[in-house]
């Protein structure tokens, strides 16, 4: 299967005849070039897909991991060397798939949304390059190569946040982003550190063979601080994860993220690359279960606490793309507290193959989330729901589209979001009654400000627009992903999941378990009822509400005001109270000294120049003197 | 004649062809010939090494040759390399070629490029030597011309940071001299040749007193801390290829000189007393990172940064395992190759906007794209993007400290690693500041693009570290099997 | 025979006269024939030496003569810078003459 080689090396191609040529090319002959070379990736992605799960297939009941290509790259000592290569597994194939469909959507349909920009070529180079990161990331044997890849895509998602270059809030936007995933991946770098020195290996085969057996007796009794080392390097290494995928704390870069263009925001911010920490778990998942089961129950915890964090803040939201933004972060939060609360083989694994499918089908539903939100700023141009309302008059199939994806978040049956969803909540149920009570009010909460989004963009009122504005539906290069993914979503879901995809690669029978589905339906039914209630029709029960809430929803719509405490860290601690003293201590201390000392040496020989007057008869008599004096000495002592 | 020699030879011909040529296109012809021939040179030179490398030639030098100059001294004039004088020598030779083009349009160009071509006699001779007195000369040769070129076709205080830099690094010779002498006499005043002393043994309590000496002399010119503040200000005044070659190469000079000489000839007492200056290494590389992070001066940004990088290279080989040293000499390269990037971009910036304030500038990139994008990508290399040189380099650097067990290494090294966030932080805010947002000056609309011959000079060097970032397993091989040797002395 | 000492004694005045006039003296002239003063002291002495303690030789007459001649041109080189410095300043005090340090 060496071909899967290309899957990578397209992209790569791409992005360095679009960012070379690009500007010699006509616009849309660039972006069809783009597109193309997309799609061309897709093939091959659905036919290693293919390959691997049918034409393959199981050896002995299990998937078997494919490395058909793998070569030393920089070798550091005997046994640690970076390997760049093709590894295909269950997860890995099933990430291939997903990020060749989203990408080529976004590709088609950037055609129509970027039209006319300036830098259309660009944008395409770089699309180029975050796929080509993506991918390398998914299909990597070993943790550091996965890091390269996590550089990368942390560099695209950068050049695309700030694509809007001349506009300042975006150019803070990508900063922030990039600083923020590089100080996690600081510690995701550290905890690679610690992992290798102690197995004498990155590679990802070694490292999770036989239940980690190697990170376990190689870390055995080691502790710091009252911590394992297993456990010091796997958080941190979780740590990375975090950052990329914009968990609590480090949360507050995926909200400005969306200064991007919204395809972007679709690919990037919401389908691919935000899940990389999810995936980041999933790869080192038998690491985590077995030598650090007390970093996985801190994931679980996390997870659930920031999925209800950012729902609560999606709540108060009136930037659809913000809404958008903190769903993804909830929903994200989800696939990792399945994760968390995951068990290693067979039944135990549930949350496990539940946070895998999760992750497939969220990838679908919220990239048409996004890609339908483009449509609407498309027509209205704008991001404020302000500004929207009564859109399902003059955008069908951006309306129907999103309807469809927004039963799918909020777990509606059948649609593909309800089947990922309620292993999930089975998982938490039979393992962690916090993380599932929890995880069940955020299933609540978020088919409520989903609904609040729909109504709010399509419904409420009968808002008329001006004449020469009026709101139409968009080309068909944007309208068509919509219907493609619309489809992915509705029937995604349907998949036999984990037949597929296990935590020990061995097929298992999942059955949906109706006391929780049920109660999730529940919830998610009541929270679409509130929100039609308050938002199908323009009333102004909404706000009256807020009011009664008081300080708990100004609190929520500044976000608890993290961003303010970062920006206190950042602006003032680092700046005022680091860097300035430190500018201050070079320029008045270490280099006053230096001067001091230049200062010093010309004050000593301006004060003894004197004594070389030049004056020869000065100079004799000192030489007279000095005679008569060595005289005396001599003569007398 | 040794191909070696001719590294030398090369620029004293280009000398003598400067004075006798007359006009601005002479000169250039000149100076493009010779650039171009040293940058063949150094290719046949690394071409000629692997194959006889390949061949089986296990010497730990090869290409060596020795003539005595004074005798009752021992001092020849001997050459030889070996993986790592190879690789520096190819820097240098992209260096001083890519610097020709980013001095085209220099006043005064003939005085100008006959100390430039002095410079780089004493660098290329530096490099080649094994002989620890020739090394020395070709150091000061090195040094003198500096004083010159930042005095006299500097820009802001001039004088005064000229003055500076050579006291400075004139300090740094004297200590640098003690520790020549003391290993000499040390040694049993037998030999000045680095490989005949590395086979005698030099007595512990003579290293204590010796080791710090030299490792302080070449640390001056590595920017070491607290005796870096000749950078900042040095590289602010500098012109453009002065600036680019100094940081690029003659810093490397530091680096290299403590490997070759303070930490190769004294392991015992490198072992006993590194700790001393790891720590100073470890304020350098973390100091630096923050001190760049609130400049304004687009080149005392970067000074702070080499100070930075330059640190993690000292850092690096006091850590004293191959792993570590291999990413030490490769930081050399890479730091080598994106600084003089840097400077070029920040030279050419420069002379169009005439101020290299960050707060005046924004916008560039749609006035200059060519320009900002090689800016953006020099950013990258500098923060460690894969892909681009620097990675490969910090990479290797932390694995390897990394695998010294001990709670001091290891603090140390993740204090280390926080630096890569430091530059992230510096590094994008001076490119949002200068290439994005709206544009900040109206007089800057319009300015010309890079010509041609800057777009030489930052092409070559973007390929050059392009091509580190992604073939680094055959740098790092030779680099590394160069070191075998040194890594067997360490562990005597 | 007139003994060797009283040379030497008229010898050693000459020379410290000479030093003191040359230590003293602000007039260019007087400054030059002080330090004649010296050197004659010095010949005399040569001479003297030559004389008394080796009666058979001719070194010390000889390094009289030479000093003698030197001194002559010696002496002729200080007058004619003397005269250009008072051509240009109009006298020949040596305080005037610190400006040519500038």
Redo the contacts between chains.
């Keep these: 299967m060496a071909y899967s080689l290309l899957i990578i090396v397209t992209p790569f191609i791409l992005f360095l005849v679009l960012g070379l040529l690009g500007m010699k090319m006509k616009p849309v002959i660039a972006g069809i070039i783009g597109t193309l070379g997309m799609a061309f990736c897709a093939i091959l992605a659905y036919t290693v897909a293919y390959q691997y799960f049918f034409g393959i297939g199981k050896t002995n009941g299990e998937w078997l991991t494919q490395i058909p290509l793998n070569f030393e790259w920089l070798r550091f000592t005997e046994n640690l060397h970076i390997d760049l290569g093709i590894l295909l597994d269950p997860i890995s194939v099933m990430m291939l798939v997903v990020i060749t469909t989203v990408s080529l959507m976004v590709h088609i349909y950037s055609l129509g949304y970027m039209k006319g920009e300036t830098g259309f070529q660009r944008y395409f180079a770089f699309l180029s390059l975050f796929s080509f990161s993506m991918l390398g990331l998914v299909i990597a044997t070993n943790i550091f190569q996965m890091y390269i890849f996590w550089e990368l895509v942390g560099v695209s998602s950068y050049s695309l946040i700030g694509f809007y270059y001349t506009k300042p809030s975006a150019v803070a936007a990508s900063k922030k982003a990039f600083i923020v995933t590089r100080f996690a991946d600081l510690g995701f770098l550290i905890g690679i550190l610690i992992l290798s020195y102690y197995t004498k290996t990155f590679d990802f085969g070694l490292l999770t063979a036989d239940h980690a057996g190697l990170v376990t007796t190689s870390m055995a009794g080691g502790t710091f601080m009252g911590l394992s080392i297993a456990t010091w390097a796997m958080a941190l290494i979780f740590m990375g994860g975090a950052g990329k995928s914009a968990m609590f704390p480090l949360h507050i870069w995926l909200p400005d993220a969306m200064e991007g263009p919204t395809p972007v925001s679709a690919l990037i911010h919401a389908a691919t690359m935000v899940v990389a920490g999810v995936y980041l778990v999933a790869r080192l998942f038998p690491v985590y279960s077995f030598a650090a089961p007390d970093v996985l129950e801190m994931i679980a915890f996390i997870g659930a606490f920031t999925a209800l964090f950012a729902a609560v803040i999606a709540i108060t939201q009136t930037d659809i793309k913000r809404v958008l933004a903190f769903s993804t972060i909830s929903q994200i939060a989800y696939m990792l507290a399945a994760l968390g609360v995951s068990g290693y083989g067979d039944h135990e694994g549930l949350g496990y193959m539940a946070s895998m499918f999760h992750l497939f089908t969220h990838a679908f539903f919220k990239a048409l989330l996004f890609l339908g939100a483009g449509s609407v700023i498309h027509a209205v141009h704008s991001n404020e729901m302000d500004h929207m309302g009564n859109l399902h008059k003059y955008m069908k199939i951006t309306s129907w589209t999103f309807f469809i994806a927004c039963l799918a978040i909020a777990g509606i049956w059948p649609f593909s979001g309800f089947f990922s969803k309620d292993e999930i909540l089975a998982a938490a149920f039979h393992h962690n009654p916090i993380v599932f009570w929890t995880l069940w009010i955020v299933a609540g909460l978020t088919a409520f400000y989903m609904f609040r989004l729909y109504f709010r963009i399509f419904w409420n009122g009968k808002r008329e627009y001006n004449e020469h504005h009026k709101p139409h539906e968009s080309p068909w290069a944007m309208a068509l992903p919509l219907i493609i993914l619309a489809v992915f979503s509705v029937f995604s879901g349907l998949i036999p999941f984990a037949d597929f995809i296990s935590s020990d690669n061995i097929p298992f029978h999942t059955h949906i378990d109706w006391t929780v589905a049920g109660m999730s339906i529940a919830v998610a039914v009541i929270g679409i009822g509130i929100a039609f209630a308050l938002y199908f029709k323009d009333s102004k029960q909404p706000a009256k509400i807020a009011q009664s809430l008081g300080i708990f929803y100004k609190a929520a719509l500044h976000k608890f005001y993290l961003d303010e405490i970062w920006m206190w860290v950042t602006k003032t601690v680092i700046f005022r109270y680091i860097c300035e003293p430190i500018k201050w201590f070079d320029r008045h201390i270490i280099d006053g000294s230096m001067d001091g000392l230049a200062w010093t040496t010309q004050k000593v020989s301006t004060s003894i120049k004197g004594l070389q007057s030049g004056q020869v008869q000065f100079y004799a008599w000192v030489f007279v003197a000095g005679s008569i004096l060595i005289a005396v000495l001599v003569l007398f002592i | 004649m040794n191909i070696l020699s001719l590294f030398v030879v090369v620029p004293v011909v280009m000398i003598i062809a400067l004075f006798l040529s007359k006009e601005m296109k002479q000169i250039r012809t000149v100076m493009v010939a010779g650039a171009s021939i040293l940058v063949l040179l150094a290719t046949i030179l690394t071409v000629q090494f692997l194959q006889l490398r390949a061949a089986g030639a296990d010497a730990e030098m090869l290409f060596v040759s020795s003539t005595v100059w004074y005798a009752p001294l021992h001092i020849a004039y001997t050459v030889g390399v070996d993986g790592i004088s190879v690789a520096m020598l190819c820097l240098s030779a992209i260096i001083v070629f890519t610097g020709v083009f980013s001095s085209w349009n220099m006043n005064m160009a003939k005085e100008y490029f006959l100390w430039y071509c002095l410079l780089s006699v004493g660098v290329f001779g530096f490099f080649i030597s094994i002989d620890l007195f020739t090394m020395f000369l070709f150091y000061e040769v090195a040094l003198i011309p500096m004083y010159l070129l930042i005095g006299l076709w500097g820009t802001g205080r001039k004088e005064y940071s000229a003055m500076k830099l050579t006291l400075m690094l004139m300090g740094g010779s004297a200590f640098l001299m003690i520790g020549i002498i003391g290993i000499y006499y040390a040694s049993g005043h037998t030999t000045m040749n680095l490989l005949d002393i590395a086979q005698l043994h030099i007595p512990l309590e003579y290293q204590r007193w010796f080791f710090p000496a030299t490792f302080l002399g070449f640390g001056v010119l590595g920017a070491l801390f607290p005796f870096h503040t000749w950078s900042p200000d040095g590289h602010a005044s500098a012109p453009t290829a002065v600036s680019m070659l100094h940081a690029g190469v003659l810093m490397k000079l530091g680096g290299y000189g403590c490997f070759r000489v303070a930490i190769y000839l004294m392991p015992e007492a490198a072992n006993e007393l590194g700790w001393i200056f790891l720590i100073l290494t470890g304020i350098s590389v973390v100091y630096g990172a923050f001190s760049a992070v609130v400049q304004t001066d687009l080149k005392y940004i970067n000074a702070y940064s080499s100070v930075s990088h330059c640190g993690l290279v000292l850092f690096a080989i006091l850590m004293m395992n191959q792993t570590a040293m291999t990413g030490a000499i490769m930081q050399m390269l890479s730091h080598g190759l994106m600084t003089a990037l840097f400077f070029a971009l920040i030279g050419l910036i420069y002379g169009r906007t005439h101020t290299r304030d960050i707060r005046k500038m924004g916008g560039l990139m749609k006035i200059m794209p060519f320009a900002s994008v090689c800016y953006v990508i020099a950013g990258l290399a500098s923060l460690g993007l894969p892909g681009l040189s620097g990675f490969v380099a910090e990479m290797t650097i932390f694995v390897g400290s990394f695998q010294h067990a001990d709670l001091f290494h290891r603090v140390l090294t993740i204090t280390a690693c926080c630096s890569i966030v430091i530059t992230a932080v510096y590094i994008l805010r001076t490119v949002g500041k200068i290439l994005y947002g709206p544009v900040q000056d109206e007089h800057h609309i319009g300015l010309p693009d890079a010509q041609w011959y800057e777009k030489v000079s930052v092409v070559c060097l973007i390929i050059a570290i392009a091509f580190i970032g992604m073939y680094p397993f055959g740098v790092s091989d030779i680099i590394s099997n160069s070191l075998d040797p040194i890594i067997a002395k360490l562990t005597y | 025979m007139i003994q060797m000492e009283y040379y030497l004694i008229i010898s050693t005045l000459m020379f410290f006269i000479g030093?003191y006039g040359?230590?003293?003296r602000k007039n260019m002239i007087a400054?030059l024939i002080s330090l004649e003063l010296v050197l004659n002291a010095v010949e005399i002495n040569f001479a003297v030496f030559n004389r008394y303690l080796f009666p058979g030789q001719l070194e010390g007459m000889f390094f009289t003569l030479f000093g003698i001649a030197i001194t002559a041109a010696e002496t002729a080189v200080a007058l004619a810078i003397i005269i250009n410095a008072y051509r240009t300043i109009g006298n020949i005090d040596?305080k005037n003459l610190?400006k040519m340090?500038e």
Excluded: A, G, P, R
Aim: charged share 10%; net charge positive; proline share 0%.
């Design positions: 030093i040359f230590i003293t400054i040596i610190s340090k």
